[in-house]
């Protein structure tokens, strides 16, 4: 375990190398370096003290030993030249071991600071040579800053995360190990301490000899050559003579393609550059796409029973081109035994990107007809950018349903059929998963959704229903509307299946068999997945985009509007969630919106359910109406006098507080920041802001947004609360009603954004404020005005009460559709 004067240490020649190295990654080379250097010296060192001799720093070398280095009769510059040169040739010193003089080709200092350099060398001093655990975790630790290898698509993987995958594919003491992208060998380490820890705790604890053979079982390959000089140092460190690791490209290179392994573990890149990968001809999947390739590579490259962990990006799991299907039908087929899927934040800083671990075993996979799919939310870590620590971990109950699933398969184990019901695990018949063409790995496809259906009348799939095959819509641009063509795109159907009526355009390109016919039914197939449009005009022509897919309904069999109310049920709701996939872009494609199964009534009896259902969906409709429609109104009298904010009303400016004061437990004071629905966020020292009475906003302010959007949100209900950088409180003055005031800014919202200013966004401030002039009525009538607009509003809040409770009766008689009560 790292100890916290070790750590200290090498923050320290970090810091004093920032200055001159700012990357990280070369930071870690030069520490690399000096360390390596110092410990050959120390290894020459103790050879004399034990009666031999120096081998490493010797002949014309020896005047670059590390004691001779940092002999202070050396001034600064001296010692920067000698260390310069000592560096630069030591590649070429034949009394050091092949792994020392790889290390050492072509490096050189990338600085001239003889003072840095003297602080640099004084801290690395420090360091001693030995093969414990204490200095390869070291270094584990100073590996741990590299994070990301930017365009490469190399992100380093957490260590917790690797420690998982190898507990599960459980590398044995004989087998041959290989992780094909290497990186830092963060794999092959972890999979050492597993095999000598599993040997420990049964008390068979390995003979030197076993251990030496061991080491010869792992092999790393990696394509870039500061990749494999830190793996060959990582390993060194934990006790590897000759650490096994070749600078290789496992995608294009033939070398190696006959090599097998009883064990491979990796997280390959992520990105492909740009015009993808040259491979040679003998993958089995046909593709320039790495992180497709390198699965390939992998599964392809087992022993017989051989097994794999892979760290694979979400189009691993979803995408729809051929190469990746090929792929997942040929893991599913052969290798496939369980997915994993992570939380998207597993590797921030450095990536948001959304992954999920294959498991791979031959001998599993011919053995059991399912694949288990486990879902982790949690890995003991929150998902920001620090990662900090939590008491939520999902791990080793995963661990536990994996473990059981093998036992299983193995017959060593009864089926916990409340396991299987779990959040966590769930296993899917491979039959299930190969019969869509898409052959779709996200496990959420195949939940169970905890909804019982037990209608009176036959489920159908809408597949079923449907007159020839689903149709994807036009990918044309949008230009102008020409009055003639209406192009339809996802963005132009609301929440309520209705078409918006503003921003309409037109298709740049006229594709006659795009447009729609009475009765066309669309969905949505990216983003908005679930969005549902049936077209019910003919007052112009409609052409329908690229994402959306039309569905002609045979009306034999289904009224398209009741085909329309059922995506409104709770059923679809939960279907969708299920089936939307959890890539950058969410994606429902024709063939699965086909396998979708809803309830089929007779057609008398949906002529029945649709008008009693569009009756309520009217009555709706109208009181949205009423609602997008009332704007209150003061009519101004003319004789009545215009008064600035400022001389009427006292303007306080919101300062939001450092963030360690917020707190979501409700202790101390309410803050808010920005537009605001009040909320649950607290500064924990609320002493700090009762004295500055300008932070703080009391009852009855009128609360307004600073910020895009600018303008009046609320009125402050509480005694007391804080107030951020994103508001700003208008405290009415004895001539004002707070109320009154509070509408008119509203009344005048479009004069006050005018006086807005910010180059990037609308934003309003203090002495802007108290210059919004604003008609000042005598008190009572201000008064008068407000009860006027409080009846107004009432009325409007009936309407808003009389939408839920028809929302209400739609779901209520869906729910008896699925024979619900």
Known sequence: MLDSETKARIDSARDILVGKVPDPKSQVEQITIALIYKFMDDMDRQSEELGGKATFFSGEYKKYAWHQLLDRRFSGHE????????????????????????????????????????????????????????????????????????????????????DFIVKIVDPKKNESILDPACGTAGFLISSYKHILTQHQESSSELTPDERGRLMTNFCG??????????????????????????EYDTLTSEERWDERNDVIL???????????IRPHNRFSIKATRSEVLFVDYIAEHLNVNGRAGIIVPEGIIFQSQNAYKKLRKMLAENYLWCVVSLPAGCFNPYSGVKTS???????????????????????????????????????????????????????????????????????????????????NLSGDRYRDTGIRVSTKWSMVKLGDVILGPPQYGSGASKVLYNGKVRYIRITDIDDDGNLKEDDIVSPSTIEKDCYLELGDFLLARSGSVGRAYLHKRNDRIYQFAGYLIRFRLDSTKVLPTFVFFITRSLHYQTWIELMRKSGTLSNINANEYRSFE?????????????????????????????????????????????????SISNVISGQSPDGQNYNAIGEGMSFYQGKIEFGE??????????????????????LMSVRAPVGPVNINPFSQICIGRGLAAIRAGEQLDYRYLFFILNDRQEEIKRGCNGSTFDSINRSQIEEIKIPLPPLEVQRRIVEEIEVERELAEANRKLIKIYEQKIQTKLSEIWGEE
Not at 222 to 237: A, E, G, K, T, W
Not at 368 to 394: C, S, W
Not at 610 to 622: C, F, M, N, Q, T
Not at 623 to 646: C, D, F, H, R, V
Request: a positive charge; hydrophobic letters at 35%.
């Open 79 to 162: 010692r920067l030249l000698l260390y310069v040169e000592g560096i630069e040739k030591m590649n070429q010193n034949k009394n050091i071991p092949q792994l020392f003089r790889d290390i050492f080709k072509g490096v050189f200092l990338p600085y001239r600071d003889p003072e840095t350099l003297n602080l640099f060398l004084k801290e690395i001093n420090g360091f001693t040579y030995d093969h414990s655990e204490r200095l390869g975790d070291a270094f584990e630790y100073l590996l741990s800053i590299l994070g990301s290898q930017g365009e490469a698509g190399q992100f380093r993987t957490p260590r917790h995360i690797i």
């Open 266 to 276: 990796a997280n390959p890149p992520f990105m492909t550059p740009k015009g993808g």
């Open 598 to 646: 809803f309830p089929l009534p007779p057609v008398e009896v949906q002529e029945k359910i649709v008008a009693e259902l569009d009756s309520y969906r009217k009555i709706i409709e109208g009181a949205k109406q009423i609602i997008s429609n009332y704007k209150p109104s003061i009519k101004i009298n003319p004789t009545w006098p215009i008064e600035e904010l400022g």
């Open 221 to 246: 390959y990696d394509i870039s050559p500061d990749m494999v000089r830190l793996s060959r140092v990582n390993l060194y460190l934990h006790g590897f003579a000759n650490p096994r690791i070749h």
């Open 681 to 702: 966020v607290f500064l924990q020292e609320p002493k700090k802001w009762t004295t500055q009475t300008t932070k703080l906003s009391i009852k009855n302010d009128v």
């Open 357 to 439: 671990i294959l498991l791979l075993d031959k001998s599993v996979s011919k053995r059991t007809d399912e694949i288990l799919f486990v879902k982790v939310e949690n890995d003991g870590f929150d998902l920001g950018a620090q990662r900090k620590p939590i008491a939520k971990n999902d791990l080793p109950e995963a661990l536990s349903a994996i473990s059981d699933f093998k036992l299983r398969i193995a017959d060593l184990k009864k089926q916990d059929s409340d396991n299987q019901k779990s959040i966590t695990a769930h296993a899917v018949k491979k039959s299930r998963i190969l019969e869509n063409g898409d052959i």
